[in-house]
């Protein structure tokens, strides 16, 4: 399956050795994960500027997952769909990867449940799905 991991999922599975840890360690091993400069950039800036990383270390970070991701270049949704902008850019990236998914922790995307047939799920929506525990 193709999945677009959201920027919470991805901060999340680096802070902690929680359900999003565990499930991008899964899709790494079972699936392919999509992603965009868009969301690579929005994680450094929330790793430096949010969680205090040194800049180094987000770095780090983001060239771990450019190394295990397919990067997408999206193109801009004909018309907006979620009232804040950065939502699109993940609605986006998933219609540019082929994506069957995405996991999120954010409300507003969790909300619409799908997407031009792409599947919006919470970690632990896609976690029960997948008998990761």
């Known amino acids: 399956m193709r999945i677009v991991p959201d920027t919470n999922v991805l901060i999340a599975s680096l802070i902690s050795r929680g359900l999003c840890y565990e499930l991008i360690e899964h899709c ?4 392919m994960l999509i992603t965009s400069e868009f969301i690579l950039n929005e994680v450094k800036e929330k790793l430096v500027e949010k969680f205090k990383y040194p800049s180094e270390t987000a770095d780090e970070a983001v060239a771990l ?3 295990r991701m397919e990067v997408v270049e999206p193109e801009k949704l004909s018309s907006p769909v979620c009232r804040d902008s950065d939502d699109d ?3 986006a990236a998933a219609a540019a990867g082929n994506c069957e998914c995405i996991v999120t ?3 507003d995307l969790l909300v619409l449940k799908e997407y031009d047939e792409i599947k919006i799920l ?3 929506e896609f976690s029960d799905q997948e008998s990761l525990e």
Do not use: A, E, T, V
């Not at 790494?28 to 699936?31: A, E, K, T, Y």
């Open 28 to 31: 790494f091993l079972n699936h």
């Open 65 to 67: 997952f450019r190394s």
């Open 89 to 91: 850019n993940i609605l």
């Open 105 to 107: 922790g954010d409300k």
């Open 122 to 124: 919470s970690p632990r």
